[in-house]
């Protein structure tokens, strides 16, 4: 099984950036489907950023121009770079992966956005 551990989430005030990480167990080029969901409190968990094996990437319109996501294959992990953050984007972030039928999910890290 895939572990998927995220890092990098914290407290951060309106217009600064944050990097978010995920170390993947297993080598992430085999997925073919990796993304960032956010889940705030009373609200469904949403995508924010996907990038697949082809190297194809989305971003949800909230987030487009202020959000990257990226990967170092070397290192298993799959990054969620975040500028001119607002505080609308505090939430909970949540790593996925996913290959074929297979779907893994890391344990989340909070990002909260405030003076």
């Known amino acids: 099984q895939v572990q998927l551990v995220e890092s990098g989430g914290g407290l951060v005030q309106p217009g600064g950036s944050l990097r978010l990480s995920c170390a993947a167990s297993?080598?992430?080029?085999?997925?073919?489907?990796m993304g960032w969901y956010r889940q705030a409190p009373g609200n469904q968990r949403e995508l924010v950023a996907s990038?697949?094996?082809?190297?194809?990437?989305y971003y949800t319109d909230a987030v487009k121009g202020r959000v990257t996501i990226f990967t170092d294959n070397a290192k298993n992990t799959v990054y969620l770079q975040m500028n001119i953050l607002k505080p609308e984007v505090t939430a909970v972030y949540y790593c996925?992966?996913?290959?074929?039928?297979?779907?893994?999910w890391g344990q989340g890290t909070h990002v909260t956005v405030s003076a």
């Open positions: 297993g080598s992430i080029s085999t997925m073919g489907f």
């Open positions: 996925h992966a996913a290959l074929a039928a297979l779907r893994f």
């Open positions: 990038i697949t094996n082809s190297g194809t990437t």
